[in-house]
């Protein structure tokens, strides 16, 4: 099993596999056709009020990590579905917006999916 993660703004690959955009907002300026997209899973995303709060500081991420594990951990019906899509695919790519490629959502899902 394989999983990346790559943001939206990256040309989609085919070594990508199967696609999964894990933002709540769809990628700006990216059209459904670039980001060839297979599943959104909006619900697997951050909470408006934690993405704010997080703002993609680095110095708030020990905290963003501890606070989006719990969210996932209260949204046990989108945490299974995702594992499900990791399980029936051999590789998933975990797609995400964000301009910081260390301190973002996704890390923490292919973490945790780890």
């Known amino acids: 099993m394989s999983l990346k993660i790559k943001r939206a703004y990256e040309e989609a690959a085919k070594d990508d596999g199967f696609r999964v955009l894990v933002d709540r907002i769809w990628p700006r300026g990216v059209s459904k056709e670039e980001a060839q997209i297979d599943l959104w899973l909006k619900e697997i995303a951050p909470s ?4 704010k709060w997080f ?45 910081d490629e260390e301190h973002n959502n996704a890390v923490v899902l292919q ?4």
């Open 48 to 51: 408006t009020e934690l993405r």
């Open 111 to 114: 973490k945790k999916l780890h």
């Open 55 to 99: 703002g993609h500081d680095p110095d708030k991420w020990s905290e963003f990590q501890k606070k989006f594990k719990a969210e996932i951990r209260d949204n046990k019906s989108a945490w299974d579905q995702l594992k499900k899509v990791v399980k029936e695919h051999s590789t998933v790519t975990l797609v995400y917006a964000a301009k």
